[in-house]
């Protein structure tokens, strides 16, 4: 049983992190990372005077509804933004259903997220009763090194998302009616709670592995803890501890603070302790003192 328990031990903590890896290299997770960036370029980028901007969009499409990551009203138009995050070089069309994307000699397929971005537009073109030229579609990439092919149209790098976006300078709405599209955007039946289920979700596993490699290697962690405290205490005080790091006892202390001396002319020996007492030792006691190299000798 005791070698049993061990070896549950270390599941508790290898099993959820092999699960841990695996969301990290998922699709969701990358997708969150790019949607995290450009949440964070549109809200520090963007004068919020003249931008609004909306996150996680919900919206009607035929008998169901689509997602957009990102939508920007201003009266330079609405800007339908679509968060992608690849690694390593990327190549597609605008046409291509799927592009790739090249790292560590591996090569995968994704969607294109041109497609998506253009099915986002197309349901508020609907839902808002606007026109096409009302609108700017984007796919904001994060994580990716470039294009091996050439860069399709109306796809940018997230760093420059802002800039692009700022020179936009014709108007396309009137004040009232950018306002009316805010109004639309903010019913509640449009907006989507943001769903906190996958943070919770890495949270948990990231709690079972700590706690799991607790558990697992709590006796070589308390060795490791005990080590570093023993040489800090030998550091802060070397003279209450032999050359090989065990402690002198109460009675090794008293006598390192004796001062000995012995004569070697008449074999008398004497010891004072630090108020300049004489203290009685065994004369082999004294002896040895003197013969220190941390007391006197005579």
Same mark, same amino acid.
Request: with cysteine.
């Given at each position: 049983?005791?070698?049993?328990?061990?070896?549950?031990?270390?599941?508790?903590?290898?099993?959820?992190?092999?699960?841990?890896?695996?969301?990290?290299?998922?699709?969701?997770?990358?997708?969150?990372?790019?949607?995290?960036?450009?949440?964070?370029?549109?809200?520090?980028?963007?004068?919020?005077?003249?931008?609004?901007?909306?996150?996680?969009?919900?919206?009607?499409?035929?008998?169901?509804?689509?997602?957009?990551?990102?939508?920007?009203?201003?009266?330079?138009?609405?800007?339908?933004?679509?968060?992608?995050? #690849?690694?390593? %070089?990327?190549?597609?069309? $605008? !046409? *291509?259903?799927?592009?790739?994307?090249?790292?560590?000699?591996? =090569?995968?397929?994704?969607?294109?997220?041109?497609?998506?971005?253009?099915?986002?537009?197309?349901?508020?073109?609907?839902?808002?009763?606007?026109?096409?030229?009302?609108?700017?579609?984007?796919?904001?990439?994060?994580?990716?090194?470039?294009?091996?092919?050439?860069?399709?149209?109306?796809?940018?790098?997230?760093?420059?998302?802002?800039?692009?976006?700022?020179?936009?300078?014709?108007?396309?709405?009137?004040?009232?009616?950018?306002?009316?599209?805010?109004?639309?955007?903010?019913?509640?039946?449009?907006?989507?709670?943001?769903?906190?289920?996958?943070?919770?979700?890495?949270?948990?596993?990231?709690?079972?592995?700590?706690?799991?490699?607790?558990?697992?290697?709590?006796?070589?962690?308390?060795?490791? #803890?005990?080590? %570093?405290?023993?040489?800090? $205490? !030998? *550091?802060?005080?070397?003279?209450?501890?032999?050359?090989?790091? =065990?402690?002198?006892?109460?009675?090794?202390?008293?006598?390192?603070?004796?001062?000995?001396?012995?004569?070697?002319?008449?074999?008398?020996?004497?010891?004072?302790?630090?108020?300049?007492?004489?203290?009685?030792?065994?004369?082999?006691?004294?002896?040895?003192?003197?013969?220190?190299?941390?007391?006197?000798?005579?």
């Amino acid at each position: 049983m005791e070698s049993v328990q061990p070896m549950l031990y270390h599941l508790l903590w290898i099993v959820p992190l092999v699960l841990l890896l695996f969301f990290l290299s998922s699709p969701r997770f990358r997708g969150d990372i790019a949607e995290t960036r450009v949440r964070r370029i549109l809200g520090t980028g963007l004068d919020k005077g003249r931008y609004t901007v909306f996150h996680q969009l919900v919206v009607p499409a035929g008998a169901g509804t689509v997602t957009i990551d990102h939508v920007v009203v201003s009266k330079f138009g609405i800007f339908v933004i679509e968060s992608e995050y #690849a690694r390593g %070089w990327v190549s597609g069309t $605008a !046409v *291509q259903a799927q592009w790739k994307m090249k790292s560590s000699g591996k =090569t995968r397929l994704f969607d294109n997220p041109l497609h998506r971005n253009t099915l986002q537009q197309d349901a508020l073109e609907r839902l808002l009763g606007l026109p096409g030229s009302r609108f700017h579609g984007l796919v904001a990439m994060t994580g990716h090194k470039g294009f091996k092919t050439e860069r399709p149209d109306r796809v940018l790098d997230a760093e420059k998302l802002v800039p692009w976006m700022r020179r936009k300078g014709q108007m396309l709405l009137s004040t009232e009616e950018a306002e009316r599209v805010v109004q639309a955007l903010n019913k509640s039946h449009l907006a989507s709670r943001p769903s906190h289920r996958w943070a919770i979700v890495r949270v948990v596993l990231l709690a079972l592995v700590l706690g799991g490699a607790y558990l697992a290697f709590r006796d070589d962690i308390g060795r490791i #803890a005990a080590d %570093w405290k023993h040489r800090a $205490a !030998v *550091q802060e005080s070397p003279a209450d501890y032999h050359p090989d790091g =065990t402690a002198k006892t109460e009675r090794e202390r008293w006598e390192d603070s004796l001062i000995c001396a012995f004569s070697v002319d008449t074999g008398r020996c004497a010891c004072y302790d630090p108020e300049g007492t004489r203290v009685q030792l065994e004369p082999e006691t004294c002896r040895s003192l003197a013969e220190r190299g941390s007391v006197l000798k005579q």
